[in-house]
């Protein structure tokens, strides 16, 4: 509704004292008092499909110099150098899905954009980008735009939080991802141009331009490009794809709304429960929005680690019952402003009113664990924490027909 009234209050709003709350509003009420009172205005709610539908032709004589230009003052880029998205280079990607160039695929907050194919497809070229990753992409924006991914959440808050790519199955191996040594890294490896493409397509369809709209007070790099894969070979457990219901020829993608990994360093622990006792003793921070709202977690384990656990028969779900009851802080750690404007307020029935050196969880149910394995040699793990609204959704990669995409239909 672009002629609906608005105010803007100068940040910051929250953990100010109430009366600086007041003052704020005191500045801006002749302006709410007119917002008002001006005759009503035709709210029309507008469609999205025409604001992203149609084409723009750019004359460039040099497509790695004064083309780069354009671009980027247009903004529609990232800050680094962009593949021209040319007619023949886009038509390529829509063939290679086997979907007409105009289907949507989903609706991108908070702009409310809608993803089509050709719309996608233009943003994974520009991201560097080949016609055999559409099919993966396709169902990674199908998955950002589930409503429990809530990206008009992760899209504008200053919260350190982006969309991770996790993929699984076959298709892997197929698509040249990294699941091993690095595999956050650089690399020969096609994770930086896909998780790029997703973040163009947040850009672009999506409107999540930075300062303007994604308020992030820092950020992190993930922001460029996010994107991982299972390493299954070496995952003693079910693989995520397999715990979300999904068959052995599936491949699959997963959206997690997370931080960056943060590293878990243990060369001495020989047992899973001194490996835990690592793990938990690392996720147990007060500075981290798990601690005050009911969401995911994600723990990385390294297959180095993995094997040291399951070797004391431990599954899955045994890992995440230990991080459940071992992963917390005692509500002395937290400071009293805390304690009263979070805890108190977003998990009352856990905490209000309860001794101060109660323990507080970093996840509310042992279920919110998310467990992969990947990497390579080494004892490093990884965990990354969430924003608190956004939910983890898996999406399966198929074709047109329902039919999963197959490693053969990779080959030359």
């Not at 959206?255 to 690392?282: K, M, Q």
Request: charged residues 20%.
């Amino acid at each position: 509704m672009p002629n609906m009234p608005k105010v803007v209050l100068p940040h910051p709003l929250g953990g100010i004292p109430l009366d600086k709350v007041y003052d704020k509003l005191d500045v801006a009420f002749d302006e709410i008092v007119a917002q008002l009172t001006l005759p009503p205005a035709k709210l029309d709610a507008v469609s999205p499909v025409g604001a992203f539908g149609g084409r723009v032709e750019i004359s460039a004589v040099d497509e790695w110099g004064d083309l780069q230009r354009e671009l980027l003052e247009r903004g529609w880029g990232d800050g680094l150098p962009l593949v021209p998205p040319t007619e023949a280079r886009v038509q390529a990607m829509v063939d290679f899905c086997g979907l007409p160039a105009d289907h949507v695929v989903g609706v991108v907050e908070p702009g409310n954009g809608v993803a089509t194919v050709e719309n996608i497809a233009s943003n994974a070229v520009m991201a560097g980008c080949s016609p055999q990753h559409m099919p993966l992409l396709v169902a990674a924006v199908k998955a950002l735009s589930d409503p429990r991914v809530f990206l008009r959440n992760i899209q504008a808050t200053t919260h350190p939080i982006s969309p991770m790519l996790i993929v699984s199955g076959p298709l892997t191996q197929a698509l040249n991802i990294n699941c091993g040594s690095g595999v956050f890294g650089p690399g020969p490896w096609a994770n930086g141009v896909l998780g790029r493409a997703l973040r163009l397509v947040m850009l672009n369809i999506g409107g999540g331009k930075p300062i303007a709209i994604d308020k992030a007070t820092m950020g992190h790099p993930g922001k460029y490009s996010y994107c991982m894969a299972e390493n299954e070979a070496a995952n003693p457990w079910p693989s995520l794809r397999a715990e979300r219901g999904f068959g052995a020829d599936t491949s699959t993608v997963t959206v997690f709304g997370c931080e960056s990994p943060h590293n878990i360093n243990d060369h001495e622990s020989t047992t899973a429960g001194g490996l835990l006792t690592t793990i938990c003793g690392a996720m147990a921070q007060t500075g981290q929005n798990n601690v005050y709202y009911p969401c995911e977690l994600l723990l990385i384990l390294s297959p180095e680690h993995a094997a040291t656990i399951v070797g004391d028969g431990y599954s899955k779900d045994d890992v995440r019952q230990s991080i459940y009851e071992g992963a917390r802080i005692p509500m002395t750690r937290f400071s009293r402003e805390n304690i009263e404007r979070r805890l108190w307020r977003y998990l009352a029935k856990r905490y209000r009113n309860r001794p101060i050196d109660t323990p507080v969880g970093v996840v509310q149910r042992a279920e919110d664990v998310l467990i992969l394995v990947a990497g390579g040699p080494g004892k490093h793990s990884m965990y990354a924490p969430t924003s608190g609204s956004s939910h983890s959704v898996t999406c399966p990669i198929v074709k047109a027909d329902g039919r999963p995409w197959l490693p053969s239909d990779f080959q030359a």
